[in-house]
């Protein structure tokens, strides 16, 4: 049941929605300060000799914005792919 509305359309924005409203909720009750201690959770990876580590909330915004960005462009790639309609009409 829930891979089938994982694959859903819709399933990423309602998803966004409801932790969304679910971080809201969180920062504006009583549980702001398990809130906060969440995102200050010091996270760090090591691969090898290279090790980094910052916050959970960096980690959360950064690694948000790359899937936004790489999703932004694998749509923009699949638009201009040879056979789409959108090349189509664009051709004299």
Known sequence: ????????EYA????LFIM???AMVAVNSRLTPLYNAL?????????GDF???KPLLPWVNDGLMAIFFSTS???SNAKSSPGNCVNC????
């Open 1 to 8: 049941m829930i891979l089938r509305f994982l694959n859903k």
């Open 12 to 15: 990423s924005g309602s998803l």
């Open 20 to 22: 969304a409203t679910a």
């Open 39 to 47: 995102l200050g959770t010091y996270v760090e990876v090591q691969i």
């Open 51 to 53: 090790a980094t580590g």
């Open 73 to 75: 462009a694998w749509k």
């Open 89 to 92: 009409l664009l051709r004299p």
